[in-house]
Nanobody, 116 residues
Framework: VQLQASGGGLVQAGDSLRLSCAAS????????MNWFRQAPGKEREFVAT????????DYADSVQGRFAITRDNAKNTVYLQMNSLKPEDSAVYYC??????????WGQGTQVTVSS
């Protein structure tokens, strides 16, 4: 199983970024997909989740209204549109398959840095 995240970078506060996570080696269209993030010195935290059929999404309070998770099952890819970025959004962002409560497998992360 491979989950490859991309799209991170260095942006200014208020900017937008779109992260992508391409999956292979698993029946992607049957999996709930998630984004988590981990800032230096902090625990990994939940960001967003989307059900296999796109019917359900959920977000951490800290990103609600600013971030949007979507997926394209035909492309085996999950996305995270991040708008109105804040310095506190700076972290390594990871995608993960499976239930939010017990995610796995995990992908390689992508660094997001938001300057003030």
């Amino acid at each position: 199983v491979q989950l490859q995240a991309s799209g991170g970078g260095l942006v200014q506060a208020g900017d937008s970024l779109r992260l992508s996570c391409a999956a292979s080696g698993l029946p992607f269209s049957t999996y709930t997909m998630n984004w988590f993030r981990q800032a230096p010195g902090k625990e990994r935290e939940f960001v967003a989740t989307i059900s296999w059929d796109l019917r359900r999404t959920d977000y951490a309070d800290s990103v609600q209204g600013r971030f949007a998770i979507t997926r394209d099952n035909a492309k085996n890819t999950v996305y995270l549109q991040m708008n109105s970025l804040k310095p506190e959004d700076s972290a390594v962002y990871y995608c993960a398959a499976g239930p939010r409560s017990s995610p796995g497998p995990w992908g390689q992360g992508t660094q997001v840095t938001v300057s003030s």
